[in-house]
């Protein structure tokens, strides 16, 4: 089987399986958070936390108490790094330092999960279960969380109440998260990879006197990995690892799991909406954006010209020769479409388009199908932004679910889309600007500058992944890319929240002749050619000087 075939049946694949799934994971999403009962294990966690599980909050109480478990998240992560040596299972490691230990708190309970140490020799067990692998559940379950609030802010008319942050959240914890992973990471270990105990760095003497490199409970973080849309790799070369990723089915598997609940909750916003065709028409939208992502950077990949990826058929320079290019490019385009960050290639060698691609599937705002959650409601941004657009074109008030956008719902959509393109262009700028920052570039010219803008489009949405060839573990860096993290994280929430009570104290408004039918092949096409308007005009110009100056000279 050609490489070309292999790569369209291995999509064609993800492709049937996600259709297969979407419908019973989406349902099964709805009747969690709208369940009215409680499990012995859910009011056992809100007895001990004090939590009135039947009260509804305003987007104000639902945004303070997102950003007060985010900052005791933060800073029970940085206790436990930086306190490491005198815990246990620290397998004798020293405490972190204090600049890498800001980085690591802010990357994991903002769901980014960038890494800037290497896992096996910087954190022992304790602080690897008990806090990164934690952050991996309850990030992503807050993302979760705020996506919920935003459907209620539409499904919901005259009350104001959002539900309530810390049932949703651990609902999405205990009965999403937490049974998925554990299939999982069964499914994980069958394939091959290492679940123990044993000190990442002990030496094991095999049958025959081969020696191999064990440790790590790496299977039931991988999964949990993919799960929650996390970059971070117990070991520093990520899914590219075989104690990561075994095999080419693992590798699918992976892939599935980065996919998995993203796509699903169209189905489950649906659901809540009281209007099934929205749910499609959001995944429909997903799905236009991610086939052309992936079909993009395949091909700019299997048909690079020069003369050594012509004679070989393919641009393979840090790809996995276990999995191939095209499967190696679908995995990039999967990381860098979610908010997901885990790589099994190098992306600094890509071809200087296949890595634009990859930035530009960040720079879209990750909302194809997006991260747990996030990907959900950032789409729905730019549904609310398309409908005011629409609605200035023939002269209405623009109308979306039944809920009016008026000037302070278009403001704070417009002060969500514009975060992450200030933190992106501004903490490129800088760092462009200092020689010293300059220096932490492998490369000079268009693909040094590629290198810095990957970094901070990568932190700045929450994606985690690198593009190599940047020394970014240095002081300046982890601060920088830290804030980048935090900002692009919870301003966008504190929007969206604000925005859902907005909708949420609004009654609804029948759908009359000049209603805009949000449901339609003409609405998908409109959100879609609206998302790449927006970016094209905001980051082309950072673009032309990188990777666009690069794949054409």
């Not at 950003?67 to 397998?91: C, E, K, M, T």
């Not at 049974?179 to 999982?184: K, L, R």
């Not at 081969?210 to 990520?238: D, H, M, R």
């Not at 110009?541 to 794949?551: I, M």
Request: neutral net charge; hydrophobic residues 50%.
């Amino acid at each position: 089987m050609s490489p070309a075939l292999s790569g369209v049946v291995f999509i064609a694949s993800l492709i049937v399986a996600l259709a297969v799934v979407h419908r019973p994971l989406g349902d099964y999403m709805y009747r969690v958070y709208t369940s009215p009962r409680h499990l012995a294990a859910e009011r056992a966690v809100y007895r001990l936390a004090g939590v009135r599980p039947e009260a509804g909050q305003s987007w104000g109480a639902y945004a303070r108490a997102v950003l007060a478990f985010s900052a005791v998240s933060v800073l029970l992560l940085y206790g436990l790094q930086r306190l490491q040596d005198r815990l246990p299972l620290s397998l004798g490691m020293p405490p972190v330092t204090d600049h890498v230990a800001w980085n690591t708190a802010v990357s994991f309970v903002t769901n980014t999960n960038w890494q800037a140490y290497s896992g096996e020799s910087t954190m022992g067990h304790l602080v690897q279960m008990a806090g990164l692998a934690v952050q991996n559940f309850v990030s992503a379950a807050a993302g979760m969380s705020v996506a919920m609030a935003l459907v209620r802010g539409f499904a919901r008319g005259g009350s104001g109440e959002l539900g309530n942050f810390w049932v949703d959240l651990v609902r999405g914890s205990v009965r999403i998260l937490l049974p998925i992973a554990f299939a999982g990471a069964i499914v994980l270990v069958a394939g091959g990879l290492v679940q123990n105990f044993a000190a990442p760095h002990e030496v094991t003497t095999l049958t025959g006197g081969t020696q191999a490199i064990t440790g790590g409970p790496v299977a039931s973080q991988e999964i949990i990995k993919e799960l929650g849309t996390n970059g971070g790799g117990f070991y520093n070369v990520n899914s590219a690892h075989p104690f990561e990723n075994a095999t080419s089915w693992t590798n699918w598997v992976e892939i599935f799991a980065i996919l998995l609940i993203p796509f699903a909750l169209p189905r489950t916003f649906g659901r809540l909406a009281g209007d099934r065709r929205q749910g499609y028409a959001i995944v429909a939208i997903m799905a236009v954006i991610a086939v052309a992502g992936v079909a993009a950077l395949t091909v700019l990949e299997l048909a690079h010209g020069g003369t050594v990826p012509q004679a070989v058929g393919a641009a393979t320079e840090g790809k996995e020769v276990r999995f191939g290019v095209a499967n190696s490019a679908t995995f990039a385009a999967a990381t860098t479409l979610t908010s997901t960050g885990a790589v099994n290639s190098f992306h600094d060698s890509y071809t200087a388009l296949g890595g634009m691609v990859t930035m530009v599937n960040m720079m879209l705002g990750e909302v194809a199908p997006g991260g747990v959650g996030s990907g959900l409601y950032g789409m729905l941004v730019l549904a609310v932004i398309t409908v005011f657009v629409a609605g200035l074109m023939v002269g209405r008030t623009p109308e979306y679910l039944g809920k009016r956008i008026g000037a302070r719902e278009i403001k704070l959509a417009s002060m969500y889309f514009l975060v992450t393109p200030v933190l992106v262009l501004v903490g490129t700028a800088l760092a462009m600007g200092s020689p010293e920052q300059r220096a932490s570039m492998l490369n000079d010219g268009p693909h040094g500058l590629s290198e810095v803008l990957y970094a901070f489009t990568s932190a700045s949405n929450n994606n985690g992944s690198a593009f190599g060839g940047l020394s970014a573990g240095t002081p300046w860096y982890d601060v920088a890319l830290g804030l980048c993290m935090a900002f692009g994280r919870f301003l966008p929430i504190v929007f969206v929240l604000a925005l859902a009570g907005s909708l949420a104290r609004q009654d609804p408004v029948p759908v009359s002749a000049g209603t805009l039918p949000t449901h339609r092949p003409q609405f998908v096409g409109m959100v879609v050619g609206v998302t790449v308007v927006l970016v094209a005009l905001t980051f082309l110009p950072a673009l032309a000087l990188g990777p666009l100056a690069e794949g054409i000279r």
